[in-house]
């Protein structure tokens, strides 16, 4: 089998021969280039041959990485070459200035060896699977529509509504949706289905990415009748630092062929685990609640997914309105978010704690109610412009509810 060649530009010799050697060993062939000139002017030589994966040091003198990597997006022959940059420079700021320019990966030196070699592989696993599906005529794998809900302020309800929409999902298209519960110290979607997992994110965590399969999930999935299978938050909140970006994304690479919908349920900050998600997401469904500190974090979020390039309609804003009365109104905070929010959920005096006490998603516990019937709406708005045809099954009772409610709006 030919081997995956893999070019290393690093200004520092001995880094540059330290990764050669690691990758040589793990079966790589692997051109290095000590300068982002240097490597430009072998990737633009006649019959030079292409990397499959470019990992690029930040800082250098001249071009730096940043450059290198907005040139290897502007050249044809490149562009769609994964590239990992790799820098000292920690933080959000510094991994956002990374993907404005192009890179795929982002990792912080001193970078270990193992995770480096996992990640190289997952992105090669995934440009390979796309290679072999869109050669020809073949038609493109269908993807699984990845849904996030997320808030950069606790206790507005995300896991309600990530559960419900799992849950509206699979009930209104008949279909199985898998439910991913990243909030890794506190995770809750288990709970709020009534099941109790054996098995969790934690036990994929010794994996590397070649090891992840539909076979291995299948073991750790905690399946829900309503057709929802959860793959559960470590039940120990020191198991969180075992999840780690390789793993979710091998996760993610590998269930959305499978799956027509997959909902993930994240917590209330950015880090390397939650951004990962948000950057493989479709839609990001952002909630709010009506009041100042929750505008004021949403605007802070729209604000760096902003600098993250994220394009306008990956990003819907929905309203949980937590209280009877009292609260901004919703033309003021429209006005504040420069962006129309998508649904409004109303307040439920007592039905979403009854829910969740006796771990019954409110959109099967009581499927007429106003916020169950506005959690099923938005469940349908989000299905996409091509939703799953039931060819051999009636249309469920809540795809029928949900499309004379349409009608009549």
Request: proline share 8%.
């Amino acid at each position: 089998m030919e081997k995956s060649r893999i070019l290393v530009v690093d200004d520092s010799k001995f880094s540059a021969k330290m990764i050669e050697s690691r990758l040589v060993e793990a079966g790589f062939q692997v051109d290095v280039a000590y300068s982002a000139e240097q490597a430009i002017a072998s990737l633009s030589a006649p019959g030079s041959p292409l990397p499959d994966l470019v990992i690029s040091d930040v800082v250098m003198p001249g071009m730096d990485g940043y450059q290198f990597c907005r040139w290897l997006r502007g050249n044809p022959a490149t562009v769609r070459v994964p590239v990992i940059m790799l820098t000292s420079k920690g933080g959000v700021s510094a991994k956002v200035d990374g993907f404005q320019a192009g890179a795929d990966d982002y990792l912080v030196k001193p970078v270990d060896p193992t995770e480096l070699e996992m990640r190289i592989k997952v992105l090669l696993a995934r440009v390979k699977a796309l290679k072999s599906t869109a050669g020809g005529t073949a038609a493109m794998p269908t993807q699984a529509r990845v849904i996030s809900v997320f808030s950069l302020r606790g206790g507005v309800g995300v896991t309600s509504v990530a559960v419900n929409l799992a849950v509206a999902l699979a009930q209104m298209w008949q279909a199985d949706v898998p439910l991913l519960d990243l909030s890794l110290q506190s995770g809750h979607c288990a709970l709020l289905l009534d099941l109790r997992p054996q098995h969790s994110l934690a036990d994929l965590a010794e994996r590397g990415p070649d090891e992840i399969d539909s076979a291995l999930l299948e073991g750790v999935f905690v399946r829900h009748n309503s057709g929802v299978r959860v793959l559960a938050a470590p039940p120990a909140p020191e198991l969180a630092d075992t999840i780690t970006t390789t793993l979710v994304d091998s996760v993610l690479t590998t269930l959305r062929p499978q799956f027509s919908y997959l909902v993930i349920d994240t917590p209330s900050r950015f880090d390397e685990v939650t951004l990962t998600a948000l950057d493989r997401s479709d839609v990001i469904v952002l909630l709010l609640s009506p009041e100042i500190a929750s505008l004021k974090v949403t605007t802070a979020a729209l604000n760096v997914f902003q600098a993250l390039e994220y394009p306008p309609q990956k990003t819907v804003a929905v309203l949980n309105w937590p209280f009877a009365r009292g609260g901004l109104p919703q033309k003021n905070i429209e006005a504040a978010l420069h962006m129309p929010l998508t649904a409004v959920i109303p307040h439920e005096p007592a039905l979403f704690v009854e829910a969740i006490n006796q771990g019954v998603p409110l959109v099967l516990r009581r499927p007429d109610a106003p916020a169950s019937l506005a959690l099923q709406q938005l469940a349908y708005r989000l299905s996409g412009e091509q939703p799953p045809m039931q060819k051999t099954r009636s249309p469920s009772e809540m795809l029928l509810r949900v499309q004379e409610l349409v009608k009549r709006a």
